[in-house]
């Protein structure tokens, strides 16, 4: 079964740094992209960022490049998600998904179950 | 940066009706639009992939159509467990972006 595990969100001051994991299980994790996705409070779905499954490419939303970085151990089949300079409007659950590719194209089939990072003072 | 619009935001259904849901999106997407159900304080769901390809366990009342800018979600026969937000996505172009959404209730 594929399960995928959010942590390491939490209440942070503006400026400040937090580290996400997102620890995979259920499936070959090297062989897989993934993304990070986030959701504020009582609002949509905005996709945040991707890496590919080697971790040679990332892509970043315009409204966190520069402060986020994403990166991967497929050895220990955990994703990361190292957010500096947060910012208010950065408070939001944030998803893991993976990203399943075929012939048709690409999709997210699986989300872990969310981590909620709060940026307040 | 494509933009998916969705309609209505909101929907007050009574059980055993009919739910449409559209999304259209800013420009062609081609068949790259898939649909996520979301309930309170829950991960998103795949529903549907691909505009219409269905997905394994889930209920044969939940339907998709559509290609290039205009697509429909249909839940047929509402049932209240279907209470939940609904979201189209597009995974064509990036930035990969949503619909901002729609609210299912039931009466």
């Known amino acids: 079964e594929v399960q995928l595990v959010d942590s390491g969100g939490g209440l942070v001051q503006p400026g400040g740094s937090l580290r996400l994991s997102c620890a995979a299980s259920g499936f070959t994790f090297g062989s897989y992209d993934m993304n990070w996705v986030r959701q504020a409070p009582g609002k949509g779905l905005e996709w945040v960022s991707h890496i590919s499954y080697s971790g040679g490419t990332v892509y970043y939303a315009d409204s966190v490049k520069g402060r986020f970085t994403i990166s991967r151990d497929n050895a220990k089949n955990s994703l990361y998600l190292q957010m500096n300079s947060l910012r208010a409007g950065d408070t939001a659950v944030y998803f893991c998904a993976r990203r399943y590719c075929s012939s048709t194209g690409c999709l997210f089939d699986y989300w872990g179950q969310g981590t909620l990072v709060t940026v307040s003072s | 940066e494509i933009v998916l619009t969705q309609s209505p935001d909101f929907q007050s259904v009574t059980p055993k009706e009919k739910v449409t849901i559209t999304c259209r999106a800013s420009q062609s997407i081609g068949s790259s639009l898939h649909w996520y159900q979301q309930k309170p304080d829950q991960s998103p769901k795949l529903l549907i992939k691909y505009a219409s390809q269905s997905i394994s366990g889930v209920p044969s009342r939940f339907s998709g159509s559509g290609s290039g800018t205009d697509f429909t979600l249909t839940i047929n026969s509402l049932e209240a467990e279907d209470a939940a937000a609904y979201y189209c996505?597009?995974?064509?172009?990036?930035?990969?972006?949503f619909g901002q959404g729609t609210k299912v209730e039931i009466k």
């Open positions: 996505h597009q995974s064509g172009s990036l930035p990969w972006t």
